[in-house]
């Protein structure tokens, strides 16, 4: 009974893409990389929810809009445990988790004040050499982004 | 390579770098050649560097091509707080390639990307400087025959050095031994240690400059900044540390030769300039080679 409650804590939807097990501190970020900011679809988001795997936890619901893998990958910068839930007339069509991907673009900005990244108008690209610690080689500088010193644009 | 940039060392593969080399000593036997008769070549150094504008400026003459563009931002349209976008795509119309210095690491990659004509970078903030390493990996190859299984030594400051990156890096193609000199504080960047690890080459690190002279092929000197330490009580101990003097060149190999990518301060003291070690002006010279060698290769007829 206790477990059915919590489910519905954030309400079910009909069709389209929840992200689960999304670190709470993580949620807006999630948000924001993903421009969900920018969307017209309807979106349900629920943060601190008790959740066995990680204490607390984050959960995002969009209805009625599925993702590119390349797309969804980005968050794993923020979330690497996410998981990518697509439900179809309420139900659990497939399930996967989020995989760094090997390249970043856009939203990671580059740590390095004299990077030509951070004075002109540019759109950061970066190659992810180490998926495990999250390291982040700018295209531009060749420096390299940790994930302690990570900023989001 | 033709219509080529060259932005990072990484750009070109290892027979790239082999064939500018060759062409290189062929500049060096016969140095004036008109392969660039008819083009116009900017040169946009927006911070100052003599050495290397005008060995850029003495390559592109003697190749009978035409120099536009200035010698530092203060004389350009930089002070009136133009981007370098503008400044690119202005001049990309002027000229038949451009070879630009600036402040900023990435920059040249920006502008390769930009540009609608070739860019050489001649030195991106604290980056990259890829003909400082094409003129090094030319006088390694001409002081000991081969570029193949040497011992070089790297000596001073190798973690802010540019120098020092892009050739250590160039050097992993070639099955080199590495021993690198320096305070604890400026040892190499772990980035390029790794590099040279996953190449499967060996590198020792040592703070004793002594014991590196007598294993090596060539001993590559940089200057230690000042400004590098955050305390000045650790620069002071380290100052005259790495300091070549002529007496500490007994004990070596025959085809023992001194590069440093100059300008020197007090690292390599001036008794050394007239041992047949000496070799860093000679090695300044040949970058006039080199860059001929690579402007003939992307621009040339």
């Known amino acids: ?153 | 390579m033709k219509n080529k940039s060259l932005v990072s060392i990484s750009d070109f593969t290892k027979e790239e770098y082999i064939r500018i080399l060759d062409r290189a000593e062929n500049f060096a036997i016969n140095p004036n050649q008109r392969l660039l008769e008819g083009k116009v070549v900017a040169v946009l150094f927006f911070e100052p560097s003599t050495r290397t504008r005008l060995s850029f400026e003495a390559a592109i003459n003697r190749l009978g091509g035409r120099v536009i563009g200035f010698t530092d931002s203060s004389s350009s349209s930089v002070t009136k707080g133009e981007s370098l976008r503008d400044t690119i795509l202005t001049v990309s119309n002027y000229a038949d390639l451009i070879v630009m210095r600036h402040p900023k690491e990435g920059s040249a990659r920006f502008a390769s990307e930009i540009s609608s004509v070739p860019i050489i970078n001649a030195g991106d903030g604290a980056n990259q400087h890829p003909t400082q390493c094409l003129l090094d990996l030319y006088s390694i190859r001409k002081t000991q025959g081969t570029l193949d299984n040497l011992n070089i030594s790297f000596v001073g400051d190798l973690k802010y050095g540019r120098t020092v990156h892009s050739l250590s890096i160039a050097l992993t193609h070639f099955n080199t031994t590495y021993h690198l000199v320096s305070p604890n504080e400026l040892k190499l960047p772990s980035a390029v240690k790794m590099h040279i690890k996953n190449s499967k080459l060996i590198y020792n690190q040592y703070t004793d400059f002594s014991q590196a002279i007598s294993i090596s092929d060539i001993i590559y000197m940089t200057r230690i900044q000042k400004e590098r330490f955050s305390d000045p009580i650790e620069y002071e101990k380290v100052k005259d540390t790495y300091v070549l003097k002529a007496d500490m060149l007994q004990d070596i190999k025959p085809n023992l030769k001194v590069l440093h990518p100059l300008p020197r301060v007090n690292e390599i003291s001036e008794d050394v300039d007239n041992l047949p070690q000496a070799y860093y002006f000679e090695q300044a010279l040949n970058g006039v080679y080199v860059r001929q060698a690579l402007l003939a290769s992307i621009l040339g007829n």
């Open chain 1, 1 to 153: 009974m206790e477990k059915i409650r919590k489910e519905l804590v954030v309400s079910a939807i009909e069709n389209g893409t929840v992200i689960d097990h999304v670190p709470a501190s993580s949620v807006f970020k999630v948000i924001r990389i993903l421009n969900l900011e920018n969307v017209n679809n309807q979106i349900l988001f629920g943060t601190n929810l008790d959740s066995e795997k990680l204490g607390k936890k984050g959960i995002v619901k969009i209805r009625d809009k599925y993702f590119e893998p390349e797309e969804v990958n980005k968050i794993a910068l923020v979330a690497p445990n996410a998981t990518l839930i697509i439900i179809k007339n309420f139900a659990v069509v497939e399930k996967k988790t989020v995989e760094v991907p090997n390249t970043v673009e856009k939203f990671v900005k580059c740590v390095n004040p004299n990077c030509i990244s951070n004075h002109e108008n540019i759109i950061t690209q970066f190659t992810v050499i180490d998926k495990v610690k999250t390291k982040l080689q700018c295209h531009y500088c060749e420096k390299i982004t940790e994930k302690k010193n990570m900023v989001f644009i």
